[in-house]
């Protein structure tokens, strides 16, 4: 195998490990982590909003370190703090230790990303960088697929389950250090200053902005409170839950056609229809009157729109900078995790002083409310089609 093989693979299972197991797994085994250590609804939001936290501070540093230090060590660093992260999950004894925990794995989700795109830069050639990154952003839907089947073999022992992952993510720290390439620094690094200074805030990044914001914290419904929806609605355990992992995990694969769709229809069509769909798929799951195979269905079109939304803010922000596309890529993504952030602890809130249906009710229609936020002329750049086409085949947020 040459080694842009190699760093395919190697990327692949580091954004299923740090995505797939470190980040989006707790939502999956929350009802078993809430029956052993007697979890509200609120501090299940919270714990899982400080997942989402840390990816944000993570993902910042990570690109600050990559250009520093380059993609091994940054790359590196992400399976290990993904690793010790999942370790202090499956042996938290107290809620407290348990959110401490969640919040270290999950920002190896941040720290994940920048590496493998420096890394891919410099040691693919150009007309296969855009397979090569295809490939790693795959990883985020097939870690899902796979902690499905984990929770379905293991049942209720979910601390057995997050020391497997952890075990994965060290594996996948050794095979970093060997396939990712150290120096990135000069590749990846911009010469131009003004590159380090945060862009104006310009109508159409303003409007990114609200639209990922809203996207991201609507989302929360399912990627932290699935699992606990599927057992209030419909009495399932692990094995139901690791079901509609695999549904949303399977269906997110999907996205690898963001970029054709986007160019094909426009930014703003699919913003709409994947909006809707993200709220049909949260309001398939959480309604009262729901059925197995409209939680499944929901299951399936919440993956789908939630990979095909990363890749439409992707465009969105790219287009909107044509000059500084990572910077674009950051906005977008960085805005979504905050959104998680706020939108879980909301999420549960809810659940305790409200009820189910309202919380579900109130985040489908933020979902919809993000399409208010038009892209408006973003798309129309000149430099659309080949700059957000290349950065949307690059897409490792999901």
Request: hydrophobic residues 55%; charged residues 5%.
């Given at each position: 195998?040459?080694?842009?093989?190699?760093?395919?693979?190697?990327?692949?299972?580091?954004?299923?490990v740090c995505y797939g197991f470190a980040r989006f797994a707790f939502g999956l085994f929350l009802p078993q982590i809430d029956a052993d250590l007697s979890l509200s609804s609120t501090l299940n939001g919270l714990i899982s909003g400080g997942a989402f936290l840390?990816?944000?501070?993570?993902?910042?540093?990570?690109?600050?370190?990559?250009?520093?230090?380059?993609?091994?060590?940054?790359?590196?660093?992400?399976?290990?703090?993904?690793?010790?992260?999942?370790?202090?999950?499956?042996?938290?004894?107290?809620?407290?230790l348990l959110a401490m925990a969640v919040m270290l794995a999950g920002s190896s989700t941040g720290l994940a990303s920048p590496p493998m795109a420096a890394a891919v830069a410099v040691i693919v050639r150009p007309d296969r960088q855009g397979a090569t990154n295809t490939i790693i952003n795959a990883g985020t839907g097939a870690g899902v697929?796979?902690?499905?089947?984990?929770?379905?073999?293991?049942?209720?022992?979910?601390?057995?389950?997050?020391?497997?992952?952890a075990a994965c993510a060290f594996l996948m720290a050794i095979a970093a250090a060997l396939c990712v390439p150290s120096s990135t620094k000069s590749r990846t690094?911009?010469?131009?200053?003004?590159?380090?200074?945060?862009?104006?805030?310009?109508?159409?990044?303003?409007?990114?902005?609200i639209a990922s914001?809203?996207?991201?914290?609507?989302?929360?419904?399912?990627?932290?409170?699935?699992?606990?929806?599927?057992?209030?609605?419909?009495?399932?355990?692990?094995?139901?839950?690791?079901?509609?992992?695999?549904?949303?995990?399977?269906?997110?694969?999907?996205?690898?056609?963001?970029?054709s769709?986007?160019?094909?229809?426009g930014v703003d069509r699919m913003h709409w229809?994947?909006?809707?769909?993200?709220?049909?798929?949260?309001?398939?799951?959480?309604?009262?009157?729901?059925?197995p195979v409209l939680t499944l269905s929901g299951g399936i079109l919440f993956g789908v729109a939630y990979i095909m939304l990363t890749g439409v803010y992707l465009v969105w922000g790219v287009s909107a900078l044509p000059d500084r596309p990572a910077t674009g890529l950051m906005i977008g993504f960085l805005t979504i995790a905050i959104g998680q952030t706020v939108g879980a602890p909301i999420?549960?809130?809810?659940?305790?002083?409200l009820s189910i249906d309202y919380a579900v009710i109130i985040f489908a229609c933020l979902a919809f409310t993000a399409g208010l936020a038009k892209a408006g002329n973003a798309q129309r750049d000149p430099c659309y089609n080949r700059q957000a086409r290349l950065a949307v085949s690059r897409n490792s947020e999901r």
């Open positions: 195998m040459s080694p842009s093989l190699y760093l395919g693979a190697t990327g692949f299972g580091l954004i299923a840390g990816y944000c501070v993570a993902i910042v540093l990570s690109a600050y370190l990559t250009e520093r230090i380059g993609a091994r060590a940054v790359a590196v660093a992400a399976a290990l703090v993904a690793a010790v992260g999942m370790v202090g999950i499956a042996v938290a004894p107290s809620p407290l697929v796979l902690s499905g089947p984990v929770a379905l073999l293991m049942g209720g022992q979910w601390r057995l389950a997050f020391a497997t992952f690094q911009s010469t131009s200053k003004s590159a380090h200074n945060f862009p104006p805030l310009t109508s159409t990044l303003r409007r990114l902005i914001f809203l996207m991201g914290a609507s989302s929360t419904a399912l990627w932290s409170f699935g699992s606990q929806l599927v057992s209030l609605r419909l009495g399932w355990s692990s094995t139901g839950a690791g079901l509609l992992w695999i549904a949303i995990g399977a269906a997110g694969i999907a996205g690898v056609f963001a970029g769709l986007i160019t094909r229809f229809i994947f909006l809707g769909a993200l709220a049909a798929g949260i309001a398939l799951v959480g309604f009262e009157s729901t059925t999420f549960g809130l809810l659940m305790d002083q």
